[in-house]
């Protein structure tokens, strides 16, 4: 059984620009979440995606975005990168959206905006 | 909304000494409770959650954490930890409804000393 997988690993941009995140969720779960690790904080609540729809959000700017495949899949864009952008992104698959449900978290994609 | 405090943001110990790691939580509804760790460059691995019944959970690699509703808290215990416990740990809460998604608390680290 895979785990959830994030790429790419690692991503220098710079301020104004555009990037994509993805992340492939474990076999199986149709639940996706994103959050946001800021350094030396606790990962903050970005978005959760179920089945393709957008399910509960966190407090970002609309310029924060995503998607969700029909395999399950997802990604992260985020536009018109700022400083405070530059983070751990870390994207975690549960099946269901049982609260309860363990979320299960990729090794996450580090994000550096000059 | 919710909210978790960890007032420890560092916790050194000696090897195969106990340790005890805090969590406070706020809420105005019923949560669930969860306890992560985070080893360097990697991502969270889940040690423990609390759902409902007894208030003593037990997790992986022998952690502990007892729910005290009255006291909001729910602390994480090792009676004897190893230098491979060195890492970060995230308290973290969800509601039991509505918008499935983590409060994630600033995390402690704890750093296990020979």
């Known amino acids: 059984e895979t785990g959830v997988t994030q790429s790419p690993t690692h991503l220098i941009k710079t301020r104004g620009q555009q990037v994509t995140l993805r992340c492939s969720s474990q076999s199986g779960h149709n639940t996706v979440s994103w959050y946001q690790q800021a350094l030396g904080q606790g990962p903050q609540f970005i978005f959760q995606?179920?089945?393709?729809?957008?399910?509960g959000r966190g407090n970002f700017p609309p310029r924060f975005s995503g998607l969700q495949f029909p395999n399950y899949s997802s990604e992260l864009n985020v536009n018109a990168l700022e400083l405070d952008d530059s983070a751990l992104y870390l994207c975690a698959s549960s099946l269901g959206l049982a609260p309860g449900n363990e979320q299960f978290f990729g090794p996450g994609t580090r994000l550096t905006v000059l | 909304a919710q909210s978790v405090t960890q007032l420890d943001s560092q916790v050194p110990v000696f090897e195969e000494a106990p340790v005890e790691l805090r969590c406070n939580y706020s809420?105005?509804?019923?949560?669930?409770l969860f306890w992560y760790v985070q080893y360097p460059n990697q991502g969270l691995q889940l040690l423990l959650k609390y759902l409902s019944g007894s208030t003593l959970v037990k997790g992986i690699n022998g952690f502990e954490a007892e729910f005290n509703k009255s006291q909001t808290s729910f602390h994480l215990r090792k009676p004897s930890v190893h230098i491979s416990d060195t890492a970060e740990y995230f308290c973290?809460?969800?509601?039991?409804?509505?918008?499935?998604?983590?409060?994630f608390g600033t995390g402690t680290r704890l750093k296990v000393l020979a």
């Open positions: 995606y179920y089945r393709e729809e957008e399910n």
């Open positions: 809420s105005s509804v019923s949560v669930y």
């Open positions: 973290a809460v969800s509601t039991t409804s509505g918008t499935y998604k983590y409060i």
